[in-house]
């Protein structure tokens, strides 16, 4: 009896042995399910992601985006060109225009090129009228100044229904012609320059505002004085 039970028990515990293992691949199966975890696999060498390079504009886009822009400034001649989409609502516009631009045209104005171009989003409700004042003020060679009182006292029109009272009033305080200023507002003079400096910045890559091209290299978003900086030294010692 017991020659014939030992064979039944041996059996028995593979079988059970055989079950358990069985579960115990599935249970694990199902947490690997639940918390997304795997098994790591080596990826070859040639599949693995390489660093993003940053984008650089053709010969042809960078000579596009220096034709007639709202307003320049520097050496013409300059070994750096800043080319810039912004608008005057954008909050990391006034940001960057607070913090790194002052210092780039403190350090840098005399050696490089600075270039404005409009970036009006249509989420901004005074993006485009601002845009146009600006160009308005620069018809009577005050596009800068009017450029820095509309970053400085940006909470005297951000909360208006209609700035454009605002945005004349400022054209006195800078000391121009307020009429003539009106009267290039409402006329809606550089209503589509300021479109087409927006499809030219959607044409290069610009998807958001402030963006950059430095001597054609993309730098995105409020970076600090440092990333403009480092790309300025590099770009001079050419």
């Not at 910045?201 to 950059?212: D, E, L």
Request: aromatic share 10%; hydrophobic share 35%; with cysteine.
């Amino acid at each position: 009896m017991k020659d014939k039970i030992t064979p039944i028990l041996v059996a028995g515990l593979v079988i059970f042995a055989f079950l358990s293992g069985t579960l115990w691949n599935k249970v694990k199966t199902l947490q690997q399910k639940e918390t997304g975890t795997k098994e790591k696999e080596e990826i070859p060498q040639q599949q693995q992601q390489e660093p993003e390079k940053p984008q650089v504009l053709g010969a042809e886009d960078q000579a596009e985006i220096l034709k007639n822009p709202a307003a320049s400034k520097g050496p013409e001649d300059a070994k750096v060109t800043i080319v810039e989409f912004s608008e005057y609502q954008c909050p990391f516009c006034k940001r960057y225009v607070d913090q790194a631009y002052v210092e780039i045209m403190k350090n840098y104005g005399e050696q490089i090129r600075y270039v404005f171009r409009d970036f009006p989003l249509q989420f901004h409700q005074h993006a485009q009228i601002t845009a146009e004042a600006a160009r308005c003020a620069g018809d009577q060679d005050q596009y800068w100044p009017y450029h820095d009182k509309l970053f400085s006292d940006q909470d005297k029109w951000l909360s208006q229904e209609d700035a454009k009272e605002v945005l004349v009033g400022f054209s006195g305080e800078l000391g121009l012609d307020q009429g003539a200023f009106k009267e290039c507002l409402t006329s809606g003079k550089f209503t589509q320059a300021v479109k087409d400096d927006l499809a030219l910045g959607q044409k290069v890559g610009v998807q958001g505002t402030p963006s950059f091209f430095v001597n054609g290299q993309m730098l995105v978003g409020a970076q600090p004085y440092s990333a403009f900086e480092a790309l300025i030294k590099q770009e001079l010692e050419k």
